[in-house]
């Protein structure tokens, strides 16, 4: 199943793990983009929910990090 098609839940499932295995993860949208296979809207809707949640936080130079 492509990502696109994935549920947001599955999809905020997913990223979670991916930082919670790689715990010095920092990608930016373009670079999350590539390695997850979701286009622009998914990916911010993704990261979006993840700050909110407060899991992630985006740097100054666009990166997106365990909070």
Do not use: I, N
């Amino acid at each position: 199943m492509a990502a696109q098609h994935q549920s947001l839940e599955g999809l905020l499932r997913r990223v979670q793990g991916e930082y919670l295995e790689m715990p010095g993860l920092r990608l930016t949208t373009a670079q999350a983009q590539r390695l997850w296979g979701l286009d622009r809207a998914a990916c911010d809707a993704v990261l979006s929910a993840l700050v909110d949640a407060k899991f992630l936080f985006c740097s100054r130079d666009g990166a997106f990090a365990r909070a």
